[in-house]
């Protein structure tokens, strides 16, 4: 037997030389001179004959096919591209044994199989994983694969990266929530005196300030790929009182920590409207979605309807009193409850800085009635006399307004 041997030197075998039925391995195409000796033992004889050995046409092919790709197994701003040769023979069962996977072209930063080199051998069974950098989304990498066994076949596929990128949907978030305040916040302190110029002895009224639950609900968004993690802050200034009472989550662009949890509560200590923000990141890139949110105090009489009274005659004939300069009243000092004197209804901070607000709810007792801020235009105290415009009846609209606040938890806000 003779013919060619393999391209790294390998020869022909005849693996059962002296069976009837002999089986010739080949390391090449080409043709193969076989010789048959038969011998009795009396007698022998022999013949010759070529066989011509050709390999079948491969048929290089792979996954995925040219076109718009999505990247799996996102983390770090980068992304998985799997290779999969589907390289076959033309009309014979059986696929090429060698798989050369080369990038030619495409954006910056790629890996194939972990390694810069972008061109790996392997066997054809086992694909190769192309990695790429969220920078490339919406680049195209061009990919050679060259299958062989013998002879060898090659094919190119582009592929574009999608920018695979997820929405940040905040849909499920509703846009005006009526939500309950307890005395759950900080501690305020309130300065107070003995008398109205300061010059008495001064005092301190504290509270815990007023905090309700607001829901956000980021599970509206989306993602090609990956799973998604949600990241929450309040837009600058987009808030009723950022200085006195910040909502819980930060002001943007600093977030709370990624979570994979959709949903989050807010905790705020004031009425009004909030410019939430979410961030979705699916580990390859990131979304975001904003959406205001109005917060109403349940039965929806806010802080601004009581300084509306207290700014209005009646009122304000008694209890509006010093000018005003930087928002600081001048020369007026906050009275402690009952001394004679009554507090300013201005709306501006006294010279130790008690803003309205904190005068206010310094004669608010939480869900009572019994509140000075009703009882004494209601009923009179000291040297104030009741039946106040507004607060003759308990159900007058001033009257009623004024509970309805005190029995929701007295929040500040607009
Ligand atoms: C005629 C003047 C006058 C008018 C009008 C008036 N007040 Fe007064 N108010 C006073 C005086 C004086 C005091 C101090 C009473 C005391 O401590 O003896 C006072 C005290 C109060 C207090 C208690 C403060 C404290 O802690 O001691 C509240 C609350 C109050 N007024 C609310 C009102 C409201 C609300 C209105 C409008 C509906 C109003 N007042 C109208 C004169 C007036």
């Not at 900080?186 to 109205?196: E, H, L, M």
């Not at 007026?332 to 709810?361: C, H, K």
């Not at 159900?395 to 500040?412: C, K």
Request: charge should be neutral; aromatic fraction near 6%.
């Amino acid at each position: 037997m003779s013919g060619p041997s393999g391209p790294t030197g390998a020869v022909p075998i005849i693996s059962n030389p002296t069976s009837s039925a002999a089986t010739l391995n080949v390391p090449n195409v080409g043709p193969y001179l076989v010789q048959l000796h038969v011998d009795d033992g009396i007698s022998s004889d022999a013949v010759l004959q070529t066989v011509t050995v050709s390999e079948p046409q491969i048929n290089a092919n792979f996954n995925p096919a040219t076109g718009s790709v999505t990247v799996t197994s996102p983390s770090a701003g980068r992304g998985n591209i799997a290779l999969t040769s589907t390289s076959s023979y033309q009309n014979v069962a059986g696929t090429p044994v060698s798989c050369r996977w080369q990038v030619l072209s495409g954006p910056a930063g790629a890996l194939l199989d972990g390694s810069t080199l972008l061109d790996v051998t392997k066997p054809c069974g086992t694909g190769a994983v192309l990695n790429v950098p969220t920078a490339s989304a919406g680049g195209q990498y061009n990919v050679q694969l060259t299958a062989s066994a013998i002879g060898s076949n090659v094919i190119a596929h582009l592929l574009t990266v999608s920018n695979s990128a997820p929405t940040a949907n905040l849909n499920n978030t509703s846009a005006a929530q009526t939500v309950t305040y307890s005395a759950t916040g900080p501690t305020i302190n309130v300065t107070t005196n003995t008398a109205i110029d300061g010059s008495g002895t001064s005092g301190n009224f504290a509270f815990a300030s007023a905090a309700a639950n607001v829901s956000l609900d980021g599970s509206a968004s989306t993602t090609p790929t990956g799973t998604l993690t949600y990241s929450w802050c309040v837009l600058a200034a987009q808030q009723p009182d950022a200085t006195n009472f910040p909502a819980s989550i930060p002001i943007c662009p600093t977030k709370t920590a990624p979570s994979a949890s959709a949903t989050t509560t807010m905790t705020v200590g004031a009425t009004g409207s909030y410019g939430v923000q979410l961030t979705v990141d699916n580990g390859f890139t990131s979304a975001t979605a904003s959406r205001t949110v109005s917060v109403s105090p349940g039965g929806g009489v806010t802080f601004p309807t009581i300084v509306n009274v207290l700014n209005s005659a009646p009122c304000s004939g008694c209890h509006q009193y010093g000018s005003v300069v930087n928002g600081v009243l001048q020369g007026v000092f906050n009275p402690a409850s009952q001394i004679g004197t009554q507090p300013s209804w201005t709306n501006a901070s006294t010279q130790e800085g008690d803003t309205l607000y904190m005068r206010v709810r310094q004669r608010v007792i939480l869900g009572s009635s019994n509140s000075l801020l009703l009882r004494c235009p209601h009923l009179g105290c000291g040297g104030m006399g009741g039946n106040q415009a507004g607060f003759v009846n308990t159900t007058d609209t001033n009257y009623t307004n004024f509970l309805t606040w005190i029995s929701n938890g007295a929040p500040p806000g607009n």
